[in-house]
């Protein structure tokens, strides 16, 4: 595996000292390869299923590798970019200011570099605590005020400490929740400390306890049974393709559940969900994709909540619009979404995925608060 990613870094080494044409061709061919690996990577964290060799190449990666990969790839498209903006320098600009801007473009290439350890070392634990007013059109006044902490997207493994989950369920309590809601991807890939992460789940306090639904790890790791038989011995109803009423007051608020939905088909999106709807009551689905937001506003769910997306984990802003690779596959990327009389909210979730890097979307613990219109 980090073959590979030595022969990026040699390559590098080789174009930036201006080496033979071919160690620049060369390491072209192996910046393109790791591209190809980053755009797999970012696929699987939105849940696509991939199959055949470069899935298998993808899938033997550990995240050290993958972040050299996006590292590499990173600094030779700015290597270019840099070497195309030099060859537009006319030959009247002087000898100080030719120097200028090659110690301009010298730290441009560093700045991949820096802004990956920067994600790695403080965006990726960088926990903050984002707390939304949510205005419900019909809410029953009973649930006016209603507190919702909205946990998702925890991936507790090699990226995610013990400790650092301690912190966030730390935070948590803090906010003294009436409900507590978590939407799944507890755990990235099969060995992870599922057990560890339901008992630290656990200890997170709300008057209503906590529900869940699973995510598409889950799937993956081939442990959806296993999170809903541990997580109900600690208290905690992980819901497939079921329903809980909750009583505040007079109010009803009714809880449905589902497995992470596969994007293809999505004909098949929420199939059967509408069953689980109660007249009367407010209804509230947890679904790990956001992207059955329409079909749950179709059937007549007030509130659907999800994860997924981590707010595509690595984002830029350029001229105020956002830009990331989730915005390639959903509309819904992070924060809160509205049809008709149907509310969605996205939270950018804890933990990472891939690589293990947050740049411009910290992770994020969600206070809901419920408002009626």
């Known amino acids: 595996m980090m073959v590979p990613v030595a022969a990026c870094q040699a390559g590098i080494y080789m174009a930036l000292r201006g080496w033979r044409r071919w160690a620049a061709s060369v390491f072209a061919i192996l910046a393109g390869v790791a591209l190809l ?8 964290m939105l849940g696509f299923e991939l199959h055949g060799p470069f899935w298998n190449l993808l899938s033997s990666m550990d995240g050290v590798g993958l972040t050299a990969l996006f590292t590499t790839s990173t600094v030779y498209l700015v290597y270019l970019a840099c070497r195309l903006v030099g060859r537009r320098v006319p030959d009247t600009v002087s000898p100080g200011r030719r120097r200028l801007l090659q110690a301009a473009g010298t730290l441009a290439v560093a700045s991949p570099a820096v802004a990956t350890a920067f994600g790695i070392l403080v965006g990726r634990v960088d926990f903050g605590i984002h707390e939304i007013s949510l205005a419900i059109p019909g809410l ?14 925890i991936h507790l493994g090699e990226f995610l400490s013990r400790r650092e989950l301690e912190r966030v369920i730390d935070m948590s309590n803090g906010l003294r929740p009436h409900l507590a809601i978590m939407t799944g991807d507890l755990i990235s890939k099969p060995g992870d400390p599922m057990e560890e992460c339901v008992r630290q789940l656990a200890r997170v306090r709300a008057d209503a306890g906590m529900l869940g639904c699973l995510g598409n790890h889950e799937m993956f790791a081939k442990a959806e049974g296993a999170v809903k038989i541990a997580a109900a011995r600690k208290g905690i109803p992980f819901l497939r393709h079921e329903h809980r009423e909750l009583k505040f007051g007079n109010a009803v608020l009714n809880i449905g559940g589902i497995d992470y939905q596969r994007s293809a088909p999505r004909k098949q999106y929420l199939k059967g969900a509408d069953a689980l709807l109660v007249p009367g009551a407010m209804n509230l689905l947890l679904s790990h994709n956001p992207d059955v937001f329409p079909v749950a506003a179709h059937q007549g769910w007030n509130l659907t909540l999800s994860g997924h997306t981590h707010g595509g984990q690595v984002t830029v802003e350029i001229v105020e619009q956002t830009m990331n690779v989730a915005r390639f596959f959903t509309p819904y990327v992070a924060g809160e979404y509205h049809l008709g009389n149907a509310s969605c909210y996205v939270t950018r979730g804890i933990g990472t995925v891939g690589v293990p890097v947050r740049l411009g979307v910290p992770p994020e613990i969600t206070l809901l608060k419920l408002r009626k219109v």
């Open 37 to 44: 690996i980053n755009v797999m990577s970012s696929l699987w």
């Open 140 to 153: 029953p006044p009973d649930l006016e005020g209603l507190r919702i902490l909205h946990l998702s997207d």
